[in-house]
């Protein structure tokens, strides 16, 4: 039995290795290390692929993030409403403005947001929803836009897992009034460091994100607004360069992993399977199933079965264990346990499976056979 990671970025980087080295080998032979044109073509690439007028790279998809919240003016006394099942990030940066995180429930089918619970979390103080793609898979953008609407409220589109994805023919990033992307390695669009990006329609808010993830530069050593740090160097540029043009190709691959993963646990009733929105395209970044808890055993349940799988190869991972309003860091929020109960729920029966484009048939079929004979033996 071979033992199967959550993920292996060195059977990529085995396929387009060769490409890297003679970029990256060009870049460093350049002199020119931060700026210049590999990062501006990548930014133009990136807009061109997304279907945004405007990219803005930087260093990660948690400034990202937080450079389209000060894009917005939103800061101390505005609330910003998001999912409370996703990465710190997406709350983490709306905290750092000084604005307050709201915390939404989730649809126990998508993972995602529930949308039907978005208008109660509305006060005068709502500025802005931020939708997370999580998974891959896209919130139903229709939907979504319409409540921000009728609400006048901005959307930020946290697509770092979703990074290709799309509902309704468009691309996800380019729906909302801005999109933030990271290019963090296991992400679909991983750079070998961290990365992120920016993409708008709005160029009054590119231009402003460009000035701030600029140290607030408009002109040589004149700042007009308080800035940041925070730059995409070029290594990584040229690199995401590369693999920006095999994107399709490995979320296809993504996609056809898990319909052979659809087929394989099908069979198996003691655990729920992802659903694929309909409208929407996934790109898969987990694949994530529910153990599903029954009367008989305890919240330990999910756990046990992991470590079986793993004792016998197969390392799987738990995204998230904990929704984010109870995380220690929102106690003063004060959001009592039981509150949003779907992602309690689904945070104590997720497990997500071993997911990559590049992942063996074999592998699937191990990984199948596995959670079978865990179920029983957890
Ligand atoms: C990865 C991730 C981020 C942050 O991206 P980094 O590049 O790691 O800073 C934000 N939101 C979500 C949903 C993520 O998965």
């Known amino acids: 039995m071979n033992n199967i990671p959550p993920f292996d970025l060195t059977r990529q980087y085995k396929l387009i290795g060769a490409e890297i080295e003679i970029a990256t080998q060009q870049i460093l032979n350049s002199g020119r290390y931060i700026g210049g044109n590999a990062v501006k073509n990548f930014e133009q690439q990136f807009a061109d692929y997304i279907g945004t007028p405007e990219c803005i790279s930087c260093n990660s998809g948690t400034d990202a993030l937080y450079l389209a919240l000060r894009a917005l003016n939103i800061g101390a006394s505005d609330e910003v409403i998001t999912t409370t099942f996703t990465f710190i990030a997406t709350a983490e940066t709306i905290a750092i403005t000084g604005a307050k995180p709201v915390f939404a429930d989730i649809d126990a089918d998508t993972f995602n947001i529930d949308l039907d619970r978005i208008e109660a979390a509305i006060t005068p103080r709502t500025k802005a929803i931020i939708p997370v793609h999580l998974f891959g898979q896209p919130v139903n953008m229709t939907k979504l836009m319409a409540i921000a609407k009728k609400h006048n409220l901005f959307v930020i589109e946290d697509v770092a897992q979703a990074t290709g994805a799309e509902w309704e023919g468009e691309k996800l990033g380019s729906i909302g009034d801005i999109g933030c992307f990271s290019f963090y390695p296991t992400k679909n669009l991983g750079a070998c460091g961290d990365g992120g990006a920016i993409t708008t329609k709005d160029l009054t808010i590119a231009k402003k994100i460009r000035m701030m993830a600029n140290h607030g530069m408009s002109d040589r050593y004149q700042y007009e607004i308080t800035g940041v740090n925070s730059r995409l160097d070029a290594l990584q540029a040229a690199i995401l360069q590369i ?92 959001y009592p346990k039981g509150q949003l109960p779907v992602s309690e729920q689904v945070a104590r029966e997720v497990l997500s499976l071993p997911m990559f484009p590049e992942i063996y048939f074999e592998e699937q079929e191990q990984v199948a056979y596995s959670i079978k004979h865990s179920l029983v033996n957890a």
Not at 265 to 277: D, V
Not at 306 to 318: A, W
Request: with cysteine.
């Open 243 to 334: 693999k920006l043009s095999r994107l399709d190709r490995w979320n296809q691959q993504r996609t056809e992993v898990a319909d052979r993963y659809q087929n394989l646990l099908a069979p198996i009733t003691e655990i729920k399977l992802p659903q694929a929105i309909f409208g929407g395209k996934s790109v898969w970044n987990q694949y994530t199933i529910r153990i599903k808890e029954t009367g008989k055993q305890t919240e330990t349940y999910r756990d046990k079965v992991r470590q079986e799988l793993k004792q016998i190869g197969v390392n799987c991972m738990v995204y998230y264990p904990m929704p984010l309003h109870l995380q220690p860091v929102y106690r003063d929020l004060g």
